[in-house]
Every structure is written in C-alpha cells, then in structure tokens.
C-alpha cells in the first residue's frame, strides 16, 4: 500500500499554486501572499529627523559645553513632528524642535532638552546648553530605514502585521496578492443530515463537513464553498462537475470504502477521472481515494486545467487525520504560504498507546514542551468527541512499542 509520504507528493504534484492576483486593502492583508514585490517609492525616512526632543546645533558649538560652564547658543526658530523650519542654522544658533521633526540645514546634531535649560525662540532668551553633542550624533540620516527603489518585500512574502507595516511605507493602501484558493467540500452519505434539520430515525448529523469548513478556517480561508451530497453517483458527478468550476481543490468525505453505497469509486469513472490512488497506509483514514478532473473555465474565474479532487472516508476521526495530514500539504502547494504546513516535533510519549502494532496509526493526544500525553478517551474511528482536547497527533510508527518513554512524532495542531 501506498505509504503517507508518496500519496502526499503525488497530491502535490496534481495541485497547481493559484496564480491570479487581486488587489486588496492593505490593512485586510494578513495572511495573503504577495503577489508582486513592493519597492520603496522615497527614502524612509524621507528626511533627517530628530530622534529626541531638544535643540539641532552645530556640533562643534557644542563641545565645551558643561554644567559650570554652559555654551549659549540663539534659538532661531521652534518646530514640531509634522513642521519645517525654512532657515539654516548659523554658528551660534540653534533650533527647538521635537522628536521626528526635520532637522534644519546647518545642524547636525540634537541636544537632549534635560540638557539645556530649556530657553525657547526669543532673542531675550537663549537656550543654555550643558552637555555638547559630536556632529552627526543624535541625527537620524535620510534613508536610515530605506532607500528610494529599494525592494521592500518580495513577491511570494506571506504578509503579517510587521510586514504590512513595512509595506505601507509604499504609501500605497492597497497591495496584490494572490487570490485566495478555493476550496469545495463536499460531504456524501444518505444517512448524514445538516445541522438544522430535525433528526429523524436512521440518521446522524454532518461532523465531516462542518469539520473541514472550519479547520480551512481556523488556518485561514475566509470562504469555503461546502455542500451535502445524496449518495446518487449522477448527483455527485454533477456536484462536482459544478464545484470544478470555480475551485483549486475539492475535498469529499464519504463513499470510498467497498460497500454498495460507496459510491465514489463509481463517481471518479463516471465523470472520465484520472485515478491517482486509493488506500493509504495510515490508521485512521486509509481507504482514501485521489483523482484529478479537468476543469473547464467559466466567467472571471482562472484556476489550473485539471484539479484534483480528495475524497476522504466519512468516519469523522479519519477525516480529521486526513485532512491534517494530506490537505495541509496541498494547501500549501496551492497557496505558497508555508502556515498550511502541519508543525511536526520529536516527543517524549508520557504514557502507553491502547492501539500499538501493525499499520501506522495516528492517536488524538495532549502536547506541552517536548513531551506528548494520548488521551484517554474513545480513539476509534468514528468518534469524534475526544477531539475537543486534541492539540496534536501522536504517531505510532509500524515498527514502534507505542511504550512511555518512546520518542514518538507529534503533529501539533
Ligand atoms: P463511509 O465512509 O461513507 O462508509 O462512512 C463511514 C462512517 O462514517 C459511517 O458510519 C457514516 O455514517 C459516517 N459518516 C459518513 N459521513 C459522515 C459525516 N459527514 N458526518 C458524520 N459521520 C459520517
Ligand atoms: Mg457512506
């Protein structure tokens, strides 16, 4: 059987990254993966600027300067953060200004103001310094930051708050990006109903779909097309017929195991897929089926020819691995943003597997710093309510004693 690391490259490899652009405000940006590279249109900052408040002088005016015998220089003119002082400072002279204001021709360097007496722009009343200042100290250059035509960020950069501050000094309150990936999940099963609905004799309520939708959100969609499907291999063909159009991947759960209701297998020669495989070696979650399907463009949207299309077991624990362990990995491909990409770390398992031996599985567990617990409750397949204190996924290698004190793979959620 197919090994979890092959089916992830070949998923990879059917997955094309989205390659339409959108502009966006920048100050919505987070998490959105630049498109194009953004370059500095001035330098930053655009002028030398005071870094304290106090007074631009003449360095060397300044240097004698000391408590007993302080140096009084004029004080010209008076500006804040926002002004300009339109003359040059003289021999002799200074100017009052505050942090970030420019500072004036002829002076190179500030004086702290708690080293002067604080004089203001009055010729009665000049400013008394009692510690100098070397020219060029105290003086934020033009360009400090940044030069004009330098690249800011790159294209490809997946923008956070920190990068979106630098972008706005772009001056621009829009940036591109890619346009967010779209996804389509579809759940099948005759016996699934949507929450919503009343409950009726013979059927449960839909975890998978529900499950999907709101990991894709938790890493960051912000909208996921998601739908239920009768167990009609017409009616899904046509499902996703319809969900191609404007997707990059869709996932369904449901219908890939060798029961008559299992409808997939079915569905994939119906619509003239190309199979990529069924069955991983995995617990939960193996009877996995992967193919593509061509895509035929409609309107505005421009997505890749062929898709692919993920069809996952309905058994909701299974999903839950699958989706962490083979969507992540597509997603990434699709988005270029490496946050789809599960976190996997070395731990000390603090306590034994009730599940161990045979086939790589995959245990609900509790993580703190390096070390990893399983939890205690339900770990078959089909439950779902041990996953509300999940944070990661312990693995349990084919060949390993699932044993405390086993290093064991743990993929923090
Ligand atoms: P299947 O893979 O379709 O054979 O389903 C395996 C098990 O998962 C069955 O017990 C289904 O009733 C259950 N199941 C299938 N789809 C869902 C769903 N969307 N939500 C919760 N359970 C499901
Ligand atoms: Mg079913």
Redesign the pocket.
Known sequence: MLTLEKAVEILRDSAEPVQDKERIPLIEASGRVLAEDITAPMDQPPFPRSPLDGYAVRGEDTLSASRECPVTLEVIGKIYAGEVFHGKVEKGQCVRLMTGAPIPEGADTVIRQEDTDYGEARKANPVRIFRGSEPWKNYCYAGEDYKKGDILLRAGTVLNGDRIGIAAGSGDDMVTVYREPRISVI???D??ISPGEPIRPGK??????YLLAGRLGDLGLGEINSSHCPDRIGDMCERIREAAKTSDLIIT?????V?EK?IMHGVMEELGAEKLFWKISLKPGSPTLAFTIERKKTGSFSGSDRIPVICL????YGVAVNFELLVRPVMEKITGNSAWLCPKRLCLLENDSPKRGGIRRFMRGSFTEGRVRILTGSHAS?TLSSMADCSCLVEIGEGSSGKAGEEVWTYIL
């Open positions: 759940s099948t099963g016996e699934v449960i309520y839909d975890s998978n779909r759960t449901g219908g890939v195991s029961g299992d077991t309905g058994n909701p089909g």
